[in-house]
């Protein structure tokens, strides 16, 4: 029964796809947008960003969410060669610029100055296309080797979340490397020597010479592709490892060596079709490139990850369908409009929507490789009894608010940024450390709550606390519903499922004047008492409340509260009902639901409950910077946040807390900036560096590894994978997780 329905499904939403597309085919005004040039390079990119990702999947088993900033950093490479003739260098950081940060706290600052690192190689006013090209593959090479050496070899046998995090630290990366050398501003690129941009017909349509030059190059690829995994010795031992590495091992092919290889194809080609396609459209953006990985992982998913041909096609159709957006947004009548403008980010929506329709005909039939089947998530221990009373976090929670009327303006608004942190961090806990539930868009959830506040307490005049109570249910209703893909899926798919989600909401929700009041923001109505902007000093019998400088201290000590009362909730949801189900769940799903366990159902009260907490932490931005704005929400935020939680420990609430304390603007970057002299702009790079780091040596966070540490400096005790303590299987952890239910 469930397979014939399941097959009607499939073939239904075949028959929809294909009469939509016959139907915008042979629509004479319709056709020639579609098939436009425009159209059909985005979708040479997309193709571009597509194989490289089949192909490190098929070598390695990593889905690589950084393969975006992957074409991005090679285009740049080649950019920066053909206009100005310089290699830049990665901004590594200067090993004796602590030892210079140390010196300035005690004297002063031009006492000693250190030289900094080279930044850039000079080759001369410009350099030709042919050698700039040759170097910025020479360089796509390298970076394909080192991803593999020093990353994705080492989580060779990791678990499913640990090669996610690292591809999305890599993807951090090399955003922050682009950042920080030419900034958010495109760079225009120079055209093609060889091929012009007279008009090709095509009977059905006319493309710039280049354009088709570009499209031919892809299909040419993924043709030579297909050729190398069918017809060659190289491809049938990759297909081998793809089944279990011992069938290479029988052919003479170290598996080792065979993701190597894939890895250094998947950068080579996705590098080339970057270089390309930047040069045929003229320019290359840093924030554009990154974003068309979730077309791109689109496309693969409906090649299942291996297909070359079903990804090209289904990249090309996701890029051709853009100007078709664009045109129905200017001609169409019943095109969604706001004071006669489109509405930004349709086009996101149908990546989005195909993801979603093949999971869940799909559910987790993806191709699993023999070292990448199914992993243990981070270790979720319980938590400590001091953590789950009251008494505790009241004293921390006094002595922090004491601290709040002693420190100055620039720490206190950055131990404010940190408690932020610690609220929104505290949504993944429960997510994926309790849940084992991957998602990768919680600043979606938060701009939900958000700009539910901006429009109730400052369109709609609603007093305080009313909008954000509306704001957190909005959240985690909407929760709820993404949580329903989950139903069938998880690990990296769901992965997948959430980043396309978060960029949908960035691009079609938040990015909509409607929606957030144009460049200014939304404003928000805040309540006097904790207006942040107040500065005034009171007496309160024989004390002094605040010391007439911004942020108001009572801000701060409001947003403790909250963050302090949520950490003692976490982690006492860890020991009740709903937590074990959780935590049987996260550990598998098929003894959950033998022991007794509502898997469905606790995997929505987990995403609701998630995205209410990520509801409140938006809330609580926007009351704090009293408007809110598009920029605080993109998916790109998400991910860092992601980044700073796993890098705390996602699976413990000390683990948020630590996260707090590293995100952007908070009291860790605020230390390094002021006394060390780290650039406050370095929390892309670190944040991302810091995350592969910790996806390789401490899978369990900096607050797991410093307690596995206090665990085992104890008599009698050791930490949970030392030698001679076996770890129970995901099976046996479902069943004592939901041991206590029957």
Known sequence: MRRSRVTAVRWVLIGGGVGLLLAVLLSDELRPIFLSGAGIAQGALIAAIALGIVLTYRGSGVINLA???????????YTALRNDGDLFLPPLPNPLALVEGAVHLFQAEDSLDLPDLPTHVSFGPNMQFWPALAVALACAVLLGLALHLLVFRPLRHAPPLAKVVASVGVFLVLQAIVLRRFSTTPRSVKELPFVGKDQVDLGVTSIAGDQLFVALVVVACAAGLWLLFQRTRFGLATRAAAEDERGAI?????????????WLLSTLVTGLLGILVASVGSTVDPVVIP??????LTAALVGGFTSFGWTTLTAFLLGMQLPLVQYLGVSADWFPRVDGIAIPGVETLLPLAV??????????????????????????????????????????????????????????????????????????????????????????????????????SGARGWPFPWPILVGVVLAAAVGAAVAVPALRIRGVSLAIVTLAF???????????????????????????LIDPTRSEVRRIGPFTIGDGLQPNPLTAVAVLLVAAALCVLVANLRRSTLGRHMLAVRANESSAAAAGVDVARTKVLAFALSAAIAGLGGAVVAYRQGRATQDVFTYEQSLVLFAFA????????????????????????????????VPGGSTLLLGGAGLVVTAILYPDGIAGAVAARATALVPGRGPAGSPGVERP??????????????
Not at 250 to 262: I, K
Not at 291 to 296: G, S, T
Not at 659 to 671: D, E, H, K, P, R
């Open 729 to 742: 299987s995901p099976a046996g952890d479902a069943a004592v997780a939901a041991g206590s239910l029957k």
């Open 502 to 528: 978060g960029l949908a909401m960035d691009r079609f929700v938040f990015d909509n004047p409607i929606v957030n009041g144009g460049i200014d923001g939304a404003p928000v109505v805040r309540p006097e």
């Open 250 to 262: 029988t052919l003479g092919y170290s598996p080792d060596l065979l993701a190597g290889v894939n």
């Open 646 to 677: 796993y890098l705390g420990g996602i699976t413990r609430v000390s683990g948020a807390v630590v996260g707090g304390l590293l995100v952007s603007g908070g009291l860790a970057f605020t230390l390094g900036e002021e006394l060390l002299g």
């Open 291 to 296: 974003a068309l990985v979730v077309p791109a």
């Open 67 to 77: 393969n975006g900033g992957v074409a991005m950093y090679v285009a740049y490479v």
């Open 355 to 456: 993801i979603v329709a093949v999971l869940a005909v799909r559910g987790d039939a993806l191709p699993v490789r023999g070292a990448a089947r199914p992993g243990r998530l981070p270790a979720a221990p319980p938590a400590p009894r001091w953590t789950t009373t009251w008494a505790t976090p009241v004293l921390v929670a006094l002595t922090a608010i004491a601290a709040m009327f002693v420190l100055g303006p620039s720490l206190r608004g950055a131990l404010t940024n940190s408690l932020i942190g610690v609220i929104l961090c505290l949504s993944l806990v429960v997510a994926t450390g309790f849940a084992g539930q991957i998602s990768l868009a919680p600043m979606a959830f938060a701009g939900i709550a958000a700009f539910t506040v901006a429009e109730l």
